[in-house]
């Protein structure tokens, strides 16, 4: 793990009056950029070639000739041969040269590899460097292995396909789709081995992903993504902040459910089983009487993460949850930095993160304050790693 102290002594050869927040464009990029640009920082979204059209057209920022934005966001956009691309040292050079604070997302962690970001990406990233590997559900430390020492409330894991004595999810990547997911469901053995043997006849799963799959009871009832934001340097008010909520649009599990029972069943081999691939997302709120068993689990997970990862989660992070007929909530998922839905919040906030800054406030926005603040207070250096 690249030494704090490096990023520090870069940080310290660092412009504050002129930063840049950059981050991959891919994922939450619009979120991030949008909200720097409501906090009057420049903004660059590192694309891949052939996916930066968004970035460098449609969402480019246009200013006046007093420098004000009339229009757009992303003020630059950097077109790489591969997302990769990144990580050589000329790249991170240039990023460096910018005053570039990175804001990693999930198409950084899942294009790019996760030694180099540790170890050899000498540019200060928002956030907790060490606690991106946790995401890795392969890991030994992952977020699973976390959520157990902080005895949080997850899905029961199934070892073996041959107890299956009800509902589960098997979790594991899509074949062609790498970066997608492969999910499936199955209430009995005979079910598994059944709908595991068409997605491999049909390419969407491989047996050597089948092996190492998760298989996790199913938690019947809605998902709630929770998109929190913890700052260390917060001194007035609580550290832990909702800023917002969203749940999936996931293709094609949305579109079956779309279809009456009867359409269902008249569905070719190659249309039964439903993919689980998140394509979009919407906002939600929750009912206020559980808005503290969230706070409860939320501040959990913080202490967590200062016992095993010091120094802790840093900023935006996300529980993703199911919530049973009882109301309890089970922990299916967590990403240690900016979620994939906190597009929801872009330009308008979130009517949390609203409420509590009393004005737009998005995963991005409170981001790039954060950023302020820290060059404001001589802390920056506590919110990078």
């Not at 799963?205 to 809605?222: H, N, Q």
């Given at each position: ?21 950059a ?24 694309c ?42 000329k ?47 392969e ?34 990547h ?88 009867l ?6 081999e ?11 997302h ?68 979130h ?15 409170r ?19």
């Amino acid at each position: 793990m690249l030494d704090r102290d490096d990023v520090v002594r870069i940080l310290e050869n660092y412009d504050p009056s002129k930063l840049t927040i950059a981050t991959i464009g891919s994922h939450s990029a619009l979120d991030v950029c949008d909200g720097a640009a409501e906090e009057s920082f420049p903004t660059l979204a590192v694309c891949e070639r052939g996916r930066e059209t968004p970035y460098a057209r449609y969402f480019r920022a246009r200013r006046d000739p007093e420098g004000r934005l009339a229009r757009g966001f992303v003020d630059e956009t950097l077109v790489l041969s591969k997302f990769r691309d990144v990580l050589t040292p000329k790249i991170q050079a240039r990023l460096r040269r910018m005053n570039a604070i990175f804001v990693p997302n999930r198409s950084f962690t899942s294009y790019c590899d996760l030694d180099a970001i540790e170890d050899a990406f000498r540019v200060p990233l928002f956030g907790s460097r060490n606690l991106l590997r946790t995401e890795e559900r392969e890991e030994a430390r992952s977020y699973y292995w976390l959520l157990e020492k902080a005895k949080l409330p997850t899905p029961e894991r199934i070892e073996d396909p041959k107890d299956i004595d009800g509902l589960v999810i098997v979790k594991l990547h899509h074949k062609v789709k790498k970066l997608e997911r492969g999910f499936f469901t199955a209430a009995s053995h005979k079910e598994y081995r059944e709908k595991s043997a068409a997605l491999l006849k049909q390419g969407v799963i491989s047996r050597e992903d089948l092996k190492t799959a998760r298989i996790e009871r199913y938690i019947i009832g809605p998902i709630f993504n929770f998109d929190f934001f913890y700052s260390p340097i917060e001194a007035d008010g609580d550290r832990l902040e909702l800023l917002g909520i969203d749940w999936r649009f996931e293709t094609s599990l949305d579109g079956h459910v779309r279809l009456p029972a009867l359409q269902q069943q008249t569905l070719l081999e190659g249309q039964k089983w439903p993919e689980y691939i998140v394509v979009g997302h919407n906002s939600a709120t929750l009912r206020e009487s559980s808005l503290k068993d969230v706070f409860e689990i939320a501040e959990t997970y913080v202490r967590a993460t200062r016992e095993h990862f010091a120094p802790g989660i840093i900023g935006p992070f996300t529980l993703q949850t199911a919530v049973d007929k009882d109301l309890r909530f089970w922990i299916y998922d967590v990403a240690p930095r900016i979620g994939g839905g906190t597009n929801v919040h872009v330009s308008v906030g979130h009517p949390y993160g609203n409420a509590l800054w009393r004005r737009p406030m998005s995963t991005g926005r409170r981001i790039a304050l954060e950023i302020r603040r820290g060059v404001e207070t001589g802390k920056l250096t506590d919110l990078v790693t």
